[in-house]
């Protein structure tokens, strides 16, 4: 893994990560909880150097995060698996090898549930990664794995299909090392895929100073909200018929 790519993600995820970590406003109301469930589908680069011809990987994996409504943050447990083969020529003489990793990243992510339709988010914490490698070739065949513990950081966004529904990318990178064949190389790498999964929750709590969002033109009206509004106009027309009354006590007193 290239470091300036990590120094790029670190570049652009450390003020947002301050901002992460202020606590919620005052007025913030717990109401339940609220998280995100997603397969990711994407590919994983590991270091040319350890792992060419191998070094590029399908991957896939399942990723989740949750949270109070009031949190300013997510707990996020991440688990990834990936895969690549490749061949190569030394001496005229052709080898395969195979490559294997997985990782389980635990940290925190921050989602900004702010946008309608949109929530970015950055994330970052722990991960625990293993690797396997695998090489055939005339006269050789050699298999070995081995893990270790490094950090990720990252960041994408997901696109809400729906309420409950997202639609999203992300991109991050993993540090984590791990001895092979009696060489220590590295299990981390980049990542790059796509999200889908589910969303719970609804929408963002109101906090105080915020306004309520507009009612989008078609849109169901909240039941609770039109139940209020009818009680409000009987309560209107309760007060102009004794308003009326009232008119009409006040004529006869003049009459007689």
């Keep these: ?3 300036h790519f990590f120094f790029a993600l670190a570049v652009l995820a450390g003020p947002l990560f301050s901002q992460a970590l202020l606590p919620a406003p005052a007025g913030a109301e717990e109401t339940g909880w609220t998280g995100n469930a997603n397969v990711f589908l994407g590919a994983k680069a590991l270091d040319e150097n350890d792992w060419q011809p191998a070094n590029e990987q399908g991957e896939v994996g399942f990723e989740l995060d949750f949270a109070r409504r ?22 005229s003489q052709n080898y395969n090898m195979e490559s294997e990793t997985s990782e389980l990243n635990v940290g925190l992510r921050k989602v900004w549930n702010h946008y309608p339709h949109a929530r970015p988010f950055i994330e970052g914490g722990v991960s625990f990664a293993r690797a396997s490698a695998r090489i055939t070739g005339p006269g050789v065949s050699a298999q070995d794995s081995g893990g270790g513990t490094g950090t990720w950081l990252g960041g994408g966004i997901y696109w809400a299909l729906s309420e ?10 993993s540090a984590a090392k791990a001895d092979i064949l ?6 981390g790498g980049g990542h790059f895929g796509l999200l889908l999964g589910y969303h719970w929750g609804g929408a ?17 009206p909240d039941p609770e909200l039109e139940i209020e509004r009818q009680k409000l106009d009987l309560e209107r027309q309760k007060l102009e018929l004794e308003k009326e009354r009232l008119e009409f006590e006040r004529r006869k007193l003049n009459k007689q």
């Design 164 to 173: 409950s529904f997202n639609l999203g990318m992300e991109l991050k990178g």
């Design 1 to 3: 893994m290239k470091i």
């Design 204 to 220: 963002p709590v109101k906090t105080e100073g915020q306004p309520a969002p507009a009612r989008q033109a078609g849109s169901r």
């Design 182 to 187: 009696g060489v220590t190389t590295t299990a």
């Design 70 to 91: 009031n949190w300013p943050v997510s707990i996020a447990v991440d688990y990834l698996t990936a895969a690549g083969k490749g061949s190569a020529y030394y001496y």
